[in-house]
């Protein structure tokens, strides 16, 4: 006979079942994460039973069934092959992933035609980082700063704004926020920790900086900002099963009398190795 145990993380077996008289491990439900540790106990029907027990490695192959994904669903200037006789423009972007089958998505594109004689603003980087912060950075506290000219002679001013994206890395729940200010002459943006961060569950941030000068017809230009997460020593361990065991009593030096397993959810080595030992009040019956 068959059983089934997740000692490493019993939530697992939210997850699988296996049959008791062929060994199939089969799903309970859909899986959401890339690797699972089981155990399974096969039991004979003697009298004491005996049994044997293996640690199972499960693997999830990722299947192609998410289509990619637009961050922003309007995007500002492109290029041009001629000269365009409109004001504006509006087209439909498609992004096609190489997966099996291919999946695909559009986006809708505008292209708005403005005088020769304006500019947008001009960034100091169009891309900045990757900035390596720390998972327990705390909230208010600067990642960084950044700046732009507004591109308008004798009109210097320009407003920033944080772009929210459609997923958690790029901001959707605005776990950073941007504060403008002035200093000795320059407006800058400064991007702030606005939620507590945390490297187990998101590791790094893609943020999207748009700024617009004062001029009559607002132009606007993008920076992006690539943050990434340092892993902290900020788990501790856990313990996955909490037992009481009974021994008799004159049982010889060296008998095994229980097992103990712990994990700890650190995200990097090595805060996420465990050593174990035992308390003070066991020192002189038994040892690890």
């Not at 993008?222 to 009593?249: G, H, K, S, W």
Request: glycine share 6%.
């Amino acid at each position: 006979m068959y059983t089934l145990s997740a000692p490493y993380n019993p939530s697992d077996l939210e997850y699988f079942e296996i049959q008791q008289e062929s060994g199939w491990i089969v799903l309970r439900k859909p899986l959401d994460r890339e690797r699972y540790r089981l155990r399974v106990r096969a039991s004979d029907k003697g009298q004491p039973p005996s049994y044997a027990d293996v640690d199972v490695e499960l693997d999830v192959v990722d299947r192609n069934n998410k289509p990619p994904l637009w961050d922003v669903s309007v995007y500002g200037p492109i290029h041009i092959k001629e000269n365009v006789t409109r004001e504006n423009y509006k087209l439909e972007a498609m992004a096609q992933d190489k997966g099996y089958p291919p999946l695909s998505r559009t986006v809708e594109v505008q292209i708005d035609v403005v005088d020769r004689a304006n500019n947008p603003p001009v960034w100091d980087h169009v891309v900045y980082g990757p900035i390596y912060i720390k998972e327990n950075m705390p909230v208010g506290a600067k990642v960084v700063s950044v700046k732009a000219s507004s591109g308008i002679d004798g009109n210097p001013t320009v407003f920033y704004r944080l772009m929210p994206g459609s997923t958690a890395q790029t901001n959707k729940f605005h776990t950073f926020y941007l504060q403008q200010r002035a200093d000795n002459g320059f407006t800058w943006a400064d991007i702030k920790v606005n939620h507590p961060l945390d490297y187990e569950t998101i590791k790094e941030y893609n943020l999207t900086i748009r700024v617009e000068n004062n001029g009559a017809q607002q132009l606007a230009s993008e920076a992006t900002v690539f943050i990434m997460l340092e892993d902290v020593n900020d788990e501790i361990p856990l313990f996955t099963e909490r037992e009481q065991e009974t021994v008799l009593e004159g049982e010889p030096i060296g008998t095994k009398v229980t097992q103990v397993n712990a994990i700890d959810k650190d995200g990097t080595f090595p805060n996420n190795q465990v050593t174990r030992s035992l308390g003070s009040g066991c020192s002189e019956v038994c040892q690890s």
